[in-house]
Protein backbone atom coordinates (compact mmCIF):
# COMPACT_ATOMS: atom_id res chain seq x y z
CA UNK A 1 0.00 0.00 0.00
CA UNK A 2 1.33 3.27 -0.59
CA UNK A 3 1.33 5.43 2.39
CA UNK A 4 2.52 8.86 3.30
CA UNK A 5 3.93 9.81 7.23
CA UNK A 6 3.13 13.37 8.60
CA UNK A 7 5.32 14.51 11.93
CA UNK A 8 5.79 17.47 13.68
CA UNK A 9 7.70 19.31 16.40
CA UNK A 10 6.44 22.29 18.19
CA UNK A 11 9.63 24.17 18.57
CA UNK A 12 13.02 24.53 17.13
CA UNK A 13 15.38 23.51 20.09
CA UNK A 14 17.68 20.97 19.13
CA UNK A 15 16.60 18.24 21.45
CA UNK A 16 13.29 18.51 19.69
CA UNK A 17 14.71 18.42 15.82
CA UNK A 18 16.71 15.08 17.31
CA UNK A 19 13.12 13.80 18.40
CA UNK A 20 12.03 14.91 14.57
CA UNK A 21 15.17 12.79 13.56
CA UNK A 22 13.58 10.22 15.28
CA UNK A 23 10.69 9.99 14.01
CA UNK A 24 11.51 10.66 10.42
CA UNK A 25 13.97 7.17 11.13
CA UNK A 26 10.52 5.14 13.07
CA UNK A 27 7.98 5.68 9.96
CA UNK A 28 11.06 4.30 7.18
CA UNK A 29 11.12 1.25 9.78
CA UNK A 30 7.40 1.71 10.10
CA UNK A 31 7.03 1.53 6.00
CA UNK A 32 9.82 -1.57 5.62
CA UNK A 33 8.33 -4.05 8.18
CA UNK A 34 4.73 -3.69 7.46
CA UNK A 35 5.10 -4.49 3.54
CA UNK A 36 4.19 -0.08 2.96
CA UNK A 37 5.57 2.13 -0.21
CA UNK A 38 6.65 5.30 1.51
CA UNK A 39 5.68 7.79 -1.10
CA UNK A 40 6.64 10.59 1.46
CA UNK A 41 7.27 11.69 4.50
CA UNK A 42 5.75 15.56 5.24
CA UNK A 43 7.38 17.11 8.49
CA UNK A 44 6.83 20.45 9.96
CA UNK A 45 9.78 22.01 12.37
CA UNK A 46 9.16 24.28 14.63
CA UNK A 47 5.76 24.85 14.48
CA UNK A 48 2.79 24.82 16.77
CA UNK A 49 -0.24 22.57 16.23
CA UNK A 50 -3.17 24.35 17.29
CA UNK A 51 -3.53 26.06 13.67
CA UNK A 52 -3.16 24.37 9.98
CA UNK A 53 -2.54 27.94 8.41
CA UNK A 54 1.69 27.98 8.99
CA UNK A 55 1.65 24.08 8.81
CA UNK A 56 3.28 24.53 4.99
CA UNK A 57 3.68 20.58 5.24
CA UNK A 58 1.01 19.37 6.10
CA UNK A 59 -1.30 22.29 3.51
CA UNK A 60 1.50 19.97 1.20
CA UNK A 61 0.19 16.57 2.02
CA UNK A 62 -3.93 17.81 1.98
CA UNK A 63 -3.04 18.89 -1.60
CA UNK A 64 -1.37 15.56 -2.41
CA UNK A 65 -3.76 13.35 -1.22
CA UNK A 66 -6.62 14.69 -3.50
CA UNK A 67 -4.22 14.69 -6.49
CA UNK A 68 -4.36 10.60 -5.69
CA UNK A 69 -0.75 10.28 -4.69
CA UNK A 70 -1.45 7.51 -1.68
CA UNK A 71 -3.77 5.32 -0.26
CA UNK A 72 -3.20 6.00 3.55
CA UNK A 73 -1.28 8.34 5.49
CA UNK A 74 0.24 7.38 8.64
CA UNK A 75 0.50 9.47 12.22
CA UNK A 76 2.59 8.60 15.29
CA UNK A 77 0.34 10.47 17.71
CA UNK A 78 -3.34 12.19 17.11
CA UNK A 79 -1.17 15.62 19.24
CA UNK A 80 1.17 14.70 16.17
CA UNK A 81 -1.59 15.57 13.54
CA UNK A 82 -3.80 18.51 15.36
CA UNK A 83 -3.88 20.00 18.54
CA UNK A 84 -7.05 21.90 17.10
CA UNK A 85 -10.19 19.57 17.10
CA UNK A 86 -12.22 21.61 14.51
CA UNK A 87 -9.21 21.22 12.20
CA UNK A 88 -8.58 17.49 13.40
CA UNK A 89 -12.45 16.93 12.61
CA UNK A 90 -12.07 18.99 9.22
CA UNK A 91 -8.69 17.32 7.87
CA UNK A 92 -10.24 13.72 8.87
CA UNK A 93 -13.57 14.20 6.95
CA UNK A 94 -12.04 15.50 4.02
CA UNK A 95 -9.09 12.61 3.77
CA UNK A 96 -12.17 10.36 4.39
CA UNK A 97 -13.76 11.79 1.91
CA UNK A 98 -11.13 10.86 -0.41
CA UNK A 99 -11.05 7.29 0.32
CA UNK A 100 -7.78 7.68 2.71
CA UNK A 101 -7.29 6.21 5.60
CA UNK A 102 -5.43 7.86 8.62
CA UNK A 103 -3.56 5.65 11.10
CA UNK A 104 -2.51 6.81 14.43
CA UNK A 105 0.24 4.26 15.74
CA UNK A 106 -0.02 4.88 19.10
CA UNK A 107 -3.32 4.35 19.87
CA UNK A 108 -4.06 1.78 17.19
CA UNK A 109 -6.72 3.57 15.81
CA UNK A 110 -7.91 4.10 11.82
CA UNK A 111 -10.10 6.92 10.58
CA UNK A 112 -12.04 4.31 8.24
CA UNK A 113 -12.42 1.71 11.10
CA UNK A 114 -13.45 3.91 14.30
CA UNK A 115 -16.85 6.08 14.56
CA UNK A 116 -16.25 9.41 14.32
CA UNK A 117 -17.31 9.68 18.22
CA UNK A 118 -14.14 8.20 19.18
CA UNK A 119 -11.69 10.25 17.30
CA UNK A 120 -13.44 13.39 18.64
CA UNK A 121 -13.20 12.54 22.33
CA UNK A 122 -9.44 11.56 21.29
CA UNK A 123 -8.66 15.03 19.25
CA UNK A 124 -10.66 17.06 22.12
CA UNK A 125 -8.22 15.47 24.68
CA UNK A 126 -5.32 16.57 22.58
CA UNK A 127 -6.93 20.43 22.15
CA UNK A 128 -7.00 19.97 26.04
CA UNK A 129 -3.55 19.12 26.17
CA UNK A 130 -2.66 22.12 24.42
CA UNK A 131 -4.74 24.43 26.59
CA UNK A 132 -3.22 23.13 29.96
CA UNK A 133 0.56 23.40 28.34
CA UNK A 134 -0.42 27.19 27.31
CA UNK A 135 -1.39 27.94 31.02
CA UNK A 136 1.87 26.66 32.36
CA UNK A 137 3.62 28.53 30.04
CA UNK A 138 1.89 31.99 30.68
CA UNK A 139 1.82 31.13 34.17
CA UNK A 140 5.71 30.74 33.94
CA UNK A 141 5.92 33.70 31.67
CA UNK A 142 4.23 35.61 34.42
CA UNK A 143 6.82 34.52 37.18
CA UNK A 144 9.82 35.02 35.00
CA UNK A 145 8.22 38.77 34.08
CA UNK A 146 7.93 39.47 38.32
CA UNK A 147 11.72 38.84 38.52
CA UNK A 148 12.60 41.10 35.77
CA UNK A 149 12.99 38.54 32.38
CA UNK A 150 14.51 40.76 30.26
CA UNK A 151 14.07 39.98 25.92
CA UNK A 152 16.19 38.42 23.56
CA UNK A 153 17.22 41.35 22.20
CA UNK A 154 16.83 44.74 22.49
CA UNK A 155 18.46 48.00 20.46
CA UNK A 156 21.32 49.72 22.77
CA UNK A 157 22.19 45.92 25.12
CA UNK A 158 23.91 42.69 24.71
CA UNK A 159 21.74 40.18 26.79
CA UNK A 160 24.17 38.73 29.65
CA UNK A 161 21.23 36.23 30.76
CA UNK A 162 17.52 35.89 31.10
CA UNK A 163 17.57 38.68 33.34
CA UNK A 164 20.83 40.96 32.61
CA UNK A 165 21.53 43.20 30.47
CA UNK A 166 24.83 45.12 29.47
CA UNK A 167 24.94 48.76 27.82
CA UNK A 168 26.30 48.49 23.97
CA UNK A 169 28.35 51.52 23.61
CA UNK A 170 28.12 51.35 19.98
CA UNK A 171 24.31 50.75 20.01
CA UNK A 172 23.88 53.51 23.17
CA UNK A 173 25.12 56.44 20.81
CA UNK A 174 22.47 55.85 18.09
CA UNK A 175 20.12 55.89 21.08
CA UNK A 176 21.52 59.03 22.37
CA UNK A 177 21.79 60.55 18.43
CA UNK A 178 17.79 59.42 18.11
CA UNK A 179 17.04 62.09 21.44
CA UNK A 180 19.37 64.65 20.28
CA UNK A 181 17.61 64.90 16.99
CA UNK A 182 14.22 64.88 18.76
CA UNK A 183 14.69 66.88 21.21
CA UNK A 184 17.49 69.62 19.97
CA UNK A 185 17.10 68.95 16.64
CA UNK A 186 13.13 69.17 16.20
CA UNK A 187 12.99 66.43 13.32
CA UNK A 188 10.45 63.44 13.42
CA UNK A 189 10.97 60.22 13.84
CA UNK A 190 10.86 59.73 9.79
CA UNK A 191 13.33 61.99 9.27
CA UNK A 192 15.14 60.88 12.22
CA UNK A 193 15.27 57.43 10.16
CA UNK A 194 16.55 58.67 7.60
CA UNK A 195 19.21 60.34 8.91
CA UNK A 196 19.89 57.24 10.68
CA UNK A 197 20.27 55.36 7.35
CA UNK A 198 22.37 57.94 5.73
CA UNK A 199 25.04 57.84 8.54
CA UNK A 200 25.24 53.62 7.72
CA UNK A 201 23.57 53.18 11.15
CA UNK A 202 21.63 49.61 11.64
CA UNK A 203 19.25 48.30 13.75
CA UNK A 204 19.85 45.18 16.00
CA UNK A 205 18.89 42.65 13.11
CA UNK A 206 20.94 44.73 10.79
CA UNK A 207 18.41 46.43 8.81
CA UNK A 208 17.88 49.60 7.59
CA UNK A 209 15.76 52.10 10.45
CA UNK A 210 12.26 53.09 10.02
CA UNK A 211 9.77 55.35 11.77
CA UNK A 212 8.17 52.45 13.83
CA UNK A 213 11.76 51.77 14.84
CA UNK A 214 12.82 55.43 15.77
CA UNK A 215 9.32 55.64 17.94
CA UNK A 216 9.76 52.23 19.76
CA UNK A 217 13.34 53.95 21.30
CA UNK A 218 11.36 57.62 22.15
CA UNK A 219 8.97 55.87 24.06
CA UNK A 220 10.77 53.10 25.37
CA UNK A 221 12.01 53.66 29.37
CA UNK A 222 14.25 51.53 29.50
CA UNK A 223 16.93 53.30 28.05
CA UNK A 224 16.75 55.97 31.14
CA UNK A 225 16.80 52.98 33.69
CA UNK A 226 13.44 51.38 34.01
CA UNK A 227 12.70 48.31 32.56
CA UNK A 228 8.57 47.90 32.60
CA UNK A 229 7.51 44.14 31.04
CA UNK A 230 4.65 41.59 31.25
CA UNK A 231 2.22 44.02 28.90
CA UNK A 232 1.54 41.61 26.13
CA UNK A 233 0.52 37.89 26.68
CA UNK A 234 -1.04 35.76 24.20
CA UNK A 235 -5.00 35.92 24.42
CA UNK A 236 -5.95 33.14 22.87
CA UNK A 237 -3.47 29.72 22.33
CA UNK A 238 -5.65 28.70 19.12
CA UNK A 239 -4.97 31.78 17.11
CA UNK A 240 -1.82 32.50 19.02
CA UNK A 241 -2.98 36.67 18.91
CA UNK A 242 -1.35 38.92 21.57
CA UNK A 243 -3.18 41.44 23.38
CA UNK A 244 -2.16 44.03 25.38
CA UNK A 245 -2.38 43.50 29.42
CA UNK A 246 -3.87 46.71 31.49
CA UNK A 247 -1.04 48.63 32.62
CA UNK A 248 -1.71 48.40 36.37
CA UNK A 249 -1.08 44.56 36.15
CA UNK A 250 2.58 45.88 33.98
CA UNK A 251 5.79 45.03 36.68
CA UNK A 252 7.83 48.04 36.74
CA UNK A 253 11.79 47.22 37.47
CA UNK A 254 14.21 50.34 38.44
CA UNK A 255 17.59 49.67 36.87
CA UNK A 256 19.84 52.70 36.65
CA UNK A 257 22.91 50.51 35.31
CA UNK A 258 21.16 50.64 32.04
CA UNK A 259 20.17 54.06 31.54
CA UNK A 260 21.72 55.30 28.46
CA UNK A 261 19.56 58.52 28.73
CA UNK A 262 18.50 60.56 32.25
CA UNK A 263 15.26 60.56 32.86
CA UNK A 264 14.87 64.26 32.65
CA UNK A 265 15.75 63.69 28.86
CA UNK A 266 13.04 60.79 28.48
CA UNK A 267 10.03 63.23 30.34
CA UNK A 268 10.83 65.84 27.86
CA UNK A 269 10.56 63.68 25.23
CA UNK A 270 7.20 62.10 26.16
CA UNK A 271 6.07 66.05 26.77
CA UNK A 272 7.01 66.89 23.49
CA UNK A 273 5.82 63.80 21.80
CA UNK A 274 2.55 64.38 23.81
CA UNK A 275 2.74 67.71 22.61
CA UNK A 276 2.91 67.02 18.68
CA UNK A 277 0.29 64.17 18.92
CA UNK A 278 -2.01 66.73 20.33
CA UNK A 279 -1.23 69.29 18.06
CA UNK A 280 -1.18 67.53 14.60
CA UNK A 281 -4.32 65.36 15.68
CA UNK A 282 -7.40 67.13 13.38
CA UNK A 283 -9.44 64.24 15.23
CA UNK A 284 -11.82 61.78 12.99
CA UNK A 285 -11.54 61.37 9.97
CA UNK A 286 -8.10 62.80 9.96
CA UNK A 287 -7.23 61.19 13.30
CA UNK A 288 -3.01 60.67 14.16
CA UNK A 289 -1.68 63.22 11.78
CA UNK A 290 1.70 63.49 11.77
CA UNK A 291 4.56 65.78 12.88
CA UNK A 292 6.84 66.24 9.91
CA UNK A 293 10.07 68.34 9.00
CA UNK A 294 10.39 66.90 5.64
CA UNK A 295 10.12 70.18 3.64
CA UNK A 296 10.20 73.70 4.13
CA UNK A 297 6.62 74.06 5.30
CA UNK A 298 5.75 70.61 6.50
CA UNK A 299 3.14 70.92 9.22
CA UNK A 300 3.28 74.39 10.03
CA UNK A 301 0.74 76.08 7.70
CA UNK A 302 -3.00 75.28 9.19
CA UNK A 303 -6.13 75.67 6.89
CA UNK A 304 -8.73 77.64 9.80
CA UNK A 305 -11.44 75.56 8.56
CA UNK A 306 -10.65 72.08 8.84
CA UNK A 307 -7.21 72.38 11.41
CA UNK A 308 -5.15 70.18 8.68
CA UNK A 309 -1.85 70.99 7.49
CA UNK A 310 -1.04 72.41 4.06
CA UNK A 311 0.92 69.66 1.63
CA UNK A 312 3.40 70.52 -0.66
CA UNK A 313 2.55 70.09 -3.92
CA UNK A 314 4.35 70.81 -7.49
CA UNK A 315 3.94 71.58 -11.13
CA UNK A 316 6.37 72.13 -14.16
CA UNK A 317 5.58 73.57 -17.28
CA UNK A 318 8.51 76.07 -17.87
CA UNK A 319 10.37 76.23 -14.71
CA UNK A 320 8.66 74.13 -11.71
CA UNK A 321 6.31 75.63 -9.16
CA UNK A 322 6.26 74.84 -5.74
CA UNK A 323 2.94 75.49 -3.82
CA UNK A 324 1.09 74.48 -0.58
CA UNK A 325 -2.87 74.23 -0.11
CA UNK A 326 -5.07 72.35 2.11
CA UNK A 327 -4.54 68.69 2.30
CA UNK A 328 -8.42 67.87 2.64
CA UNK A 329 -9.10 69.78 -0.10
CA UNK A 330 -6.49 68.63 -2.07
CA UNK A 331 -7.67 64.92 -1.44
CA UNK A 332 -11.47 65.69 -0.82
CA UNK A 333 -12.20 68.48 -2.79
CA UNK A 334 -14.70 70.77 -1.50
CA UNK A 335 -16.72 67.87 -0.02
CA UNK A 336 -14.86 68.11 2.98
CA UNK A 337 -12.73 71.96 3.12
CA UNK A 338 -13.65 74.20 0.54
CA UNK A 339 -10.28 75.93 1.26
CA UNK A 340 -8.90 76.37 -2.52
CA UNK A 341 -6.35 78.51 -1.51
CA UNK A 342 -2.75 78.06 -3.06
CA UNK A 343 0.16 79.49 -1.48
CA UNK A 344 3.79 80.14 -3.78
CA UNK A 345 6.40 79.09 -1.43
CA UNK A 346 9.05 81.08 -2.29
CA UNK A 347 6.38 84.52 -2.07
CA UNK A 348 5.43 82.74 1.40
CA UNK A 349 9.03 82.92 2.20
CA UNK A 350 9.29 86.07 0.96
CA UNK A 351 6.40 87.42 2.92
CA UNK A 352 7.84 86.12 6.28
CA UNK A 353 11.25 87.72 5.73
CA UNK A 354 9.46 91.05 5.10
CA UNK A 355 6.98 90.82 8.21
CA UNK A 356 10.31 89.99 10.72
CA UNK A 357 12.26 92.82 9.19
CA UNK A 358 9.20 95.29 10.21
CA UNK A 359 9.14 93.61 13.47
CA UNK A 360 12.69 95.13 13.86
CA UNK A 361 12.21 98.09 12.40
CA UNK A 362 9.55 99.04 14.79
CA UNK A 363 11.05 97.17 17.63
CA UNK A 364 9.67 99.54 20.31
CA UNK A 365 6.69 98.77 19.65
CA UNK A 366 7.40 95.21 19.17
CA UNK A 367 8.63 94.88 22.79
CA UNK A 368 5.61 96.43 24.03
CA UNK A 369 3.39 93.86 22.73
CA UNK A 370 5.37 91.36 23.64
CA UNK A 371 5.03 92.02 26.80
CA UNK A 372 1.68 92.93 27.01
CA UNK A 373 1.18 89.13 25.37
CA UNK A 374 3.53 88.26 28.54
CA UNK A 375 1.63 90.02 30.56
CA UNK A 376 -1.62 87.84 29.48
CA UNK A 377 0.14 84.44 29.21
CA UNK A 378 1.17 84.70 33.20
CA UNK A 379 -1.83 85.78 34.44
CA UNK A 380 -0.99 89.28 35.83
CA UNK A 381 -4.04 89.89 37.76
CA UNK A 382 -2.31 87.98 40.43
CA UNK A 383 -0.41 89.66 43.46
CA UNK A 384 0.63 89.61 46.59
CA UNK A 385 -2.87 89.80 48.21
CA UNK A 386 -3.31 86.69 46.16
CA UNK A 387 -0.07 84.58 47.83
CA UNK A 388 -1.47 85.98 51.22
CA UNK A 389 -4.83 84.50 50.86
CA UNK A 390 -3.93 81.26 49.56
CA UNK A 391 -1.22 80.95 52.23
CA UNK A 392 -3.94 81.88 54.87
CA UNK A 393 -6.38 79.51 53.32
CA UNK A 394 -3.83 76.54 53.33
CA UNK A 395 -3.14 77.19 57.25
CA UNK A 396 -6.94 76.73 57.91
CA UNK A 397 -8.01 73.85 55.82
CA UNK A 398 -4.60 71.77 57.60
CA UNK A 399 -5.82 73.08 61.02
CA UNK A 400 -9.50 71.87 60.61
CA UNK A 401 -7.67 68.32 58.56
CA UNK A 402 -5.99 67.89 62.38
CA UNK A 403 -8.93 68.95 64.07
CA UNK A 404 -10.83 66.12 62.23
CA UNK A 405 -8.19 63.56 62.95
CA UNK A 406 -8.51 64.34 67.03
CA UNK A 407 -11.83 63.67 66.68
CA UNK A 408 -10.97 60.22 65.12
CA UNK A 409 -8.89 59.75 67.59
CA UNK A 410 -11.20 60.80 70.77
CA UNK A 411 -13.98 58.27 68.99
CA UNK A 412 -16.18 61.20 67.99
CA UNK A 413 -16.58 60.29 64.27
CA UNK A 414 -16.06 56.99 62.64
CA UNK A 415 -13.29 55.98 60.10
CA UNK A 416 -15.61 56.46 56.98
CA UNK A 417 -16.60 60.23 58.30
CA UNK A 418 -12.82 60.85 58.62
CA UNK A 419 -12.12 60.03 55.23
CA UNK A 420 -14.99 61.64 53.44
CA UNK A 421 -13.88 65.06 55.29
CA UNK A 422 -10.32 64.99 54.85
CA UNK A 423 -10.82 63.94 50.79
CA UNK A 424 -12.44 67.26 50.85
CA UNK A 425 -9.51 69.45 52.22
CA UNK A 426 -7.23 67.16 50.27
CA UNK A 427 -8.63 68.05 47.29
CA UNK A 428 -8.99 72.00 47.61
CA UNK A 429 -5.38 72.09 49.59
CA UNK A 430 -4.60 70.63 46.14
CA UNK A 431 -6.26 73.56 44.08
CA UNK A 432 -4.21 75.99 46.27
CA UNK A 433 -0.88 74.29 45.54
CA UNK A 434 -1.47 74.71 41.92
CA UNK A 435 -2.23 78.24 42.32
CA UNK A 436 0.95 79.15 44.56
CA UNK A 437 2.61 77.34 42.00
CA UNK A 438 1.36 79.40 39.05
CA UNK A 439 1.96 82.80 40.96
CA UNK A 440 5.57 81.75 41.45
CA UNK A 441 5.95 81.15 37.99
CA UNK A 442 4.17 84.36 36.75
CA UNK A 443 7.19 85.79 39.04
CA UNK A 444 10.17 83.69 37.31
CA UNK A 445 8.52 85.04 34.27
CA UNK A 446 8.28 88.71 35.13
CA UNK A 447 11.61 88.98 36.48
CA UNK A 448 13.15 87.19 33.49
CA UNK A 449 10.96 89.32 30.74
CA UNK A 450 14.14 90.99 29.41
CA UNK A 451 15.66 88.27 28.67
CA UNK A 452 12.28 86.34 26.85
CA UNK A 453 12.23 89.47 24.68
CA UNK A 454 16.24 89.84 24.09
CA UNK A 455 15.73 86.28 22.93
CA UNK A 456 12.83 86.70 20.52
CA UNK A 457 14.54 89.34 18.93
CA UNK A 458 18.15 87.59 18.85
CA UNK A 459 15.91 84.99 17.06
CA UNK A 460 14.57 86.86 14.22
CA UNK A 461 17.53 88.68 13.74
CA UNK A 462 19.36 85.14 12.83
CA UNK A 463 16.50 84.56 10.89
CA UNK A 464 16.80 87.32 8.58
CA UNK A 465 20.86 86.47 8.35
CA UNK A 466 20.05 83.19 6.91
CA UNK A 467 20.75 82.58 2.91
CA UNK A 468 19.10 79.11 3.47
CA UNK A 469 16.06 78.48 5.61
CA UNK A 470 15.08 75.12 7.09
CA UNK A 471 11.82 74.12 8.69
CA UNK A 472 13.38 74.10 11.86
CA UNK A 473 14.76 77.69 11.33
CA UNK A 474 11.34 78.54 11.18
CA UNK A 475 9.79 76.89 13.68
CA UNK A 476 11.97 78.50 16.40
CA UNK A 477 10.05 81.88 15.84
CA UNK A 478 6.57 80.60 14.43
CA UNK A 479 4.16 78.38 15.85
CA UNK A 480 2.23 78.31 12.59
CA UNK A 481 0.54 80.05 9.60
CA UNK A 482 -3.35 79.94 9.82
CA UNK A 483 -5.05 80.56 6.39
CA UNK A 484 -8.45 80.71 5.61
CA UNK A 485 -10.75 80.59 2.74
CA UNK A 486 -10.28 84.06 1.78
CA UNK A 487 -7.05 83.90 1.32
CA UNK A 488 -6.36 85.97 4.76
CA UNK A 489 -2.69 84.22 6.22
CA UNK A 490 -1.85 84.46 9.71
CA UNK A 491 1.55 84.02 11.43
CA UNK A 492 1.21 82.96 14.47
CA UNK A 493 4.68 83.56 16.65
CA UNK A 494 5.72 81.45 19.03
CA UNK A 495 4.78 81.88 22.68
CA UNK A 496 7.29 83.41 24.92
CA UNK A 497 7.53 80.19 26.97
CA UNK A 498 7.69 78.17 24.20
CA UNK A 499 11.36 79.83 23.47
CA UNK A 500 13.99 77.33 24.00
CA UNK A 501 15.22 79.44 26.97
CA UNK A 502 13.37 77.91 29.88
Known sequence: MRIAAYCRVSTEKDEQLDSLENQKQFFSEYAEKNGHSLIRLYADEGISGTSLKKRSEFLRLMKDARLGLFEAVVVKDISRFARNTVDFLQSIRELKALGINTMFITANMESLGESEFVLTIFGAMAQEESANLSKRVKFGKKINAQKGRVPQRIFGYDRIDNFTLKINYQEAQTVREIY??????????????????????????????????????????????????????????????????????????DRPEWAIISPETFAKTQQQLDQRRAKFDCGEPFKEARYSTKHLFSTLIKCEHCGRSFCQKHYTYVNTRVYWKCTTNDQFTAERCDNTVKLEEMDLLAEIRAYFSSLIHDKDSFILGILADLENQIGCEQNPCDKAKIERRQGELLAKKERYQEMYANDVMTMAELKEKTAIIIEELEELDYDLRQYERSLEVKQDAGQFVEQYMHEIERFLQLETVTNMDLRRIIDHISVNKDGNVRIILKRLDDLDIL
Open 180 to 253: RLYLKEGLGCRTISLRLNQEQRKTKFHCDWNPRGVRRVLTNPIYCGHYINHKYEIGDYLTGKQVHIPEEEHFHH
